[in-house]
């Protein structure tokens, strides 16, 4: 079955930097695009960032010039490397999939991220 698991949030300070890792499993991962999205204490979930089986990107304007999404076809994993981290970064950060033909929609657990001094 698909498994997607994330990994790599924590505790940071403003300024700092994190990289987030989803590991995917139980699909062809190469063929899908994959998603990062967020979820602030209260708030609704908010995409981040999404990659193409081609590598094409595309950002949360909040985020753009702040974090990276790339992914290692190889070794099943997207990643999100978030630098000049601030505290309204602060939420849980899952790694999303979507299968269009059938639009089966997957998640992981969820990674925390808090952005604090």
């Known amino acids: 079955q698909v498994q997607l698991v994330e990994s790599g949030g924590g505790l940071v300070q403003p300024g700092g930097s994190l990289r987030l890792s989803c590991a995917a499993s139980g699909f062809t991962f190469s063929l899908y695009a994959m998603s990062w999205v967020r979820q602030a204490p209260g708030k609704q979930r908010e995409f981040v960032a999404r990659?193409?089986?081609?590598?094409?990107?595309n950002y949360l304007d909040s985020v753009k010039d702040r974090f990276t999404i790339s992914r290692d076809n190889a070794k099943n994993t997207v990643y999100l490397q978030m630098n000049s981290l601030k505290p309204e970064d602060t939420a849980v950060y899952y790694c999303?999939?979507?299968?269009?033909?059938?639009?089966?929609?997957?998640w992981g657990q969820g990674t925390q991220v808090t952005v604090s001094s």
């Open positions: 990659i193409t089986s081609g590598g094409r990107t």
């Open positions: 999303n999939t979507v299968f269009p033909a059938s639009r089966e929609e997957y």
